[in-house]
Each structure stands twice: as C-alpha cells, then as structure tokens.
C-alpha cells in the first residue's frame, strides 16, 4: 500500500511565502515523477509544477520566477516553495506521484493542504 501526504499549507499575505512538503512511504520500488496541484473553488484541477527522477521540472507560467519545485529522492519527498504569492494563488494543493510498483505504474494523490493567501 503506498501513501502520499503533503504538509505546509496555511495562511499568508499577498507577497508571502510557504513551504509545501509531500512525502511518498509504502511498498515502492521507484518514483518516476511527482507533482504539485491546486484546484480553486469552482475551477478545475491544474498543474502547478512537476519533477521527474532526473530533475527535469515544468512549471505552469502563472508560478514561473516564484515557486520552485525540488526532490529529496532518497527520502521520496517533493517539496514546493512558494514565493511572492498572489491572491490568485489561493487553492487546495495536491501532490501526485507517478510511482512503480511490483504490479506495474501507478498515479497517486495526497488528501491535498489548504493554501489561502488574503490580506
């Protein structure tokens, strides 16, 4: 069974910063890629950034220059720094994590964190 649970969300003030942190445990045998969602009320999911086993990253272009996305592979663990955040940036953010297990690849998802960032 594997697990995915992200950390660090919360409150901040436009301009701000926050630390997100997901962490993949369980019967792993590798981590292909993993990622960072965020849905805002009424819209739907979207990628936010994503990061492959050899680091290669994406970024959507609304987070471009502000948030950077990187990888602790030995510990299965993506985190995503958030800078300079915008009201628009305000969502539930969710990890995925593209992982391969003994009966093939597989998509997972965390139970998502709150990011709300108001004055």
């Given amino acids: 069974q594997v697990h995915v649970v992200e950390s660090g969300g919360g409150w901040v003030q436009p301009g701000g910063s926050l630390r997100l942190s997901c962490a993949a445990s369980g019967s792993i045998f590798s981590i292909y890629a993993m990622g ?48 300079s955040l915008k009201l628009e940036d305000t969502a539930v953010y969710y990890c995925n994590a593209l992982i391969k297990l003994s009966a093939g690849e597989y998509n997972f998802w965390g139970q998502g964190t709150q990011v709300t960032v108001s004055s």
């Fill in 36 to 83: 960072w969602y965020r849905q805002a009320p009424g819209k739907q999911r979207e990628l936010v950034a994503d990061i492959t086993d050899i680091d290669n990253t994406n970024y959507d272009d609304s987070v471009k220059g502000r948030f950077t996305i990187s990888r602790a592979n030995a510990k299965n663990t993506v985190y995503l720094q958030m800078n």
